[in-house]
């Protein structure tokens, strides 16, 4: 079993940065694609990022693409959002995910962290 815990999120004000982390339990983190979903109050959950443990393919959905960024440490077992340029839109729960296979973190993935608040000021 892997278990999945976020932290960093806080209060923001727009144009300011947070950087999200995510634990990981297991000695096969090295080997699992990871990614990061979102959801606001009353909308669907949305894709936000996925690097692959392979060759290190990185995906980034088109309203953060440019401003937010995924990265790992494998000796920590720790995988990272760190987000720039924040706005008010970005606000929302944050979850860490985990998978098996790149497809599965951005489709399906296999484990979930409990979330972590971001909130964007005006």
């Known amino acids: 079993q892997v278990q999945l815990v976020e932290s960093g999120g806080g209060l923001v004000q727009a144009g300011g940065s947070l950087r999200l982390s995510c634990a990981a339990s297991?000695?096969?983190?090295?080997?699992?694609?990871m990614g990061w979903f979102r959801q606001a109050p009353g909308k669907e959950r949305e894709f936000v990022a996925a690097?692959?443990?392979?060759?290190?393919?990185?995906a980034y959905a088109d309203a953060v693409k440019g401003r937010f960024a995924i990265s790992r440490d494998n000796a920590k077992n720790t995988m990272y959002l760190q987000m720039n340029s924040l706005k008010p839109e970005d606000t929302a729960v944050y979850y860490c995910?985990?998978?098996?296979?790149?497809?599965?973190?951005?489709?399906?993935?296999?484990?979930w962290g409990q979330g972590t608040q971001v909130t964007v000021s005006s």
């Open positions: 690097k692959s443990w392979g060759d290190g393919t990185t």
């Open positions: 297991g000695r096969t983190f090295s080997r699992m694609s």
């Open positions: 995910c985990a998978a098996d296979s790149y497809p599965a973190v951005r489709g399906s993935p296999d484990y």
